[in-house]
């Protein structure tokens, strides 16, 4: 130790401390700049498919613009109000719904799928024309008891497989804008 302190450092030990405070400080807000931008999606309310699911509902109960919209939507307050206008249950879930209700603030669901922005996908085209059941796209969300923590992703090479099996347009233009 008494080699290291007769060493000479152009800094002293409080600079030393101020730019690893620094760095330290540079590391943390990247940290949060990254989560933020390529993390996971947070959901207001940690929503259990499964358990709606196992009470008879449809995707398309909660999700009702399939039939005229390219998006199948998310579900509104009114439409969560539908069934839990009175409490269902006991669970952190329950209560944040209700908080909600009570504000009549709306649910900021936050988007769980991603298609490419040069891709057009419909849901009418597929759900009601092509009459394609959810889960060929969304797999098994409905046993989900909590929403999926990245944001999930569609890629070309299924689609195209779909439509190879469905007979369906493997034209660039059918799907590219």
């Not at 509104?76 to 504000?103: F, N, R």
């Amino acid at each position: 130790m008494k080699i290291l302190r007769n060493i000479n450092v152009p800094f002293s030990r409080n600079q030393i401390l101020a730019i690893l405070g620094g760095i330290l400080v540079v590391v943390v807000i990247l940290i949060f700049i990254f989560g933020a931008v390529w993390g996971g999606v947070k959901q207001p309310i940690s929503f259990n498919h499964k358990i709606h699911a196992e009470n008879d509902l449809d995707c398309l109960d909660c999700h009702p613009y399939f039939n005229e919209h390219a998006s199948s939507g998310r579900p509104s307050l009114e439409t969560c109000m539908s069934c839990h206008e009175e409490p269902q249950g006991e669970s952190l879930a329950e209560k944040k719904l209700l908080e909600y209700i009570k504000s009549g603030n709306e649910i900021d669901w936050q988007r769980l799928y991603r298609v490419p922005e040069d891709v057009y996908f419909s849901h009418r085209r597929h759900v009601v024309l092509g009459q394609i059941d959810c889960m060929t796209c969304h797999g098994n969300i409905g046993e989900s008891p909590k929403p999926p923590s990245e944001p999930l992703k569609i890629t070309m090479k299924k689609c195209m497989k779909c439509h190879e099996e469905k007979e369906a347009s493997n034209d660039c233009i059918a799907c590219h804008r």
